[in-house]
């Protein structure tokens, strides 16, 4: 084996993990997966005799690559915050089976990077996002984060604080039961198609919010409360021919299909055996891409 294919090796046993750093930062699949082969071409063009541990160098290559791009979504002020009704571009769930397991897609889900998770890593500024991910979820050094912000490493490390306490604040902890969880999802799914609103209450929390993303043609929608969320699960369930339970970034949650094409793809949050929030991705440009690239007929 000559030295590019060993190199190519190399590379490939780190791109599960670099695939999960960019999905982290930047919540878009096809964006996660042109950031880690932008990190491949960079590769190609570094003296890697002079890189101690290839591991971590591509960890910080990907996140800088990453940085870039949020910037240039905010230059072109298409950072994904919140709008003021509190709708939000949700990001790309990551959709596997209940039964078969995927070790790529386990890795890109990890540490229950669920998408409520996600949809607040959204609303942190760029360089906060990068310290808070890099460190918090894997173990990147301050000092290795600090050269990539071009900042101290006592203010890369106040960035991370700043932004594990809106983390903490906006997505505290969930279940963590599958069994449980999918149990809770069942019963809402059955509710739901039956039109049973007082069984909807029952596993909806009074406070819970449900956000859906339409995408450009069908503007996000916020829904707040159990009667109001209630009231929109039945109609929106009479439009489903099918749904089916998925795990949707390791959590039970549910795609909805009509005339075979993917209609919905619905996260829960469920915290002390209650759903509190439900988030939904409509935008058919979005679905139709998703279903080309991941397994929606499961």
Same mark, same amino acid.
């Given at each position: ?6 190199? $190519?090796?190399?590379?490939?046993? @780190? ?14 699949? $096809? ?18 005799? @002079? ?31 919140? @709008? ?37 890593? @959204? ?33 890369? &490390?106040?960035?991370?604080?700043? !932004? ?26 059955? $509710? ?6 007082? !069984? ?60 075979? &094409? ?30 080309? !690239? ?5």
């Amino acid at each position: 084996m000559d030295g590019a294919e060993l190199l $190519a090796g190399r590379f490939e046993a @780190e791109r599960a993990g670099l695939r999960a750093v960019a999905y982290r930062m930047l919540g878009s699949l $096809a964006e996660a997966e042109d950031a880690v082969q932008e990190a491949w071409f960079r590769l190609g063009r570094t003296d890697v005799g @002079e890189v101690k541990n290839l591991g971590g160098w591509l960890t910080t290559v990907v996140g800088r690559i990453c940085l870039d791009m949020l910037r240039s979504r905010a230059s072109r002020r298409e950072e994904p915050l919140p @709008e003021q009704d509190g709708t939000v571009r949700l990001p790309d769930p990551v959709i596997t089976p209940l039964t078969t397991v995927d070790p790529e897609q386990e890795v890109l889900v990890a540490d229950s990077v669920g998408i409520a998770l996600m949809i607040v890593l @959204e609303t942190l500024s760029p360089a906060e996002r990068l310290a808070f991910v890099l460190h918090d979820m894997f173990d990147v050094p301050f000092d290795d984060i600090a050269p990539v912000l071009g900042r101290t490493t006592v203010s890369t &490390r106040q960035l991370a604080s700043r !932004a594990r306490r809106r983390v903490r604040g906006a997505a505290p902890a969930a279940d963590t039961d599958l069994s449980r969880k999918r149990d809770v999802v069942d019963a809402f799914l059955a $509710a739901a198609r039956g039109g049973d609103f007082e !069984a909807l209450l029952a596993v909806l929390d009074p406070a819970v919010v449900a956000r859906s993303d339409g995408g450009a043609l069908l503007p996000g929608v916020l829904r707040r409360g159990a009667s109001d969320v209630a009231s929109q699960a039945i109609t929106f369930a009479r439009f489903a021919a099918e749904a089916r339970l998925v795990l949707v970034n390791g959590s039970p949650g549910v795609v909805s299909f009509a005339g075979g &094409r993917p209609l919905s793809v619905m996260s829960f949050t469920i915290r002390e055996g209650r759903i509190t929030a439900l988030d939904i991705l409509t935008d058919p440009t979005r679905l139709a891409a998703l279903a080309g !690239a991941q397994t929606f007929d499961l």
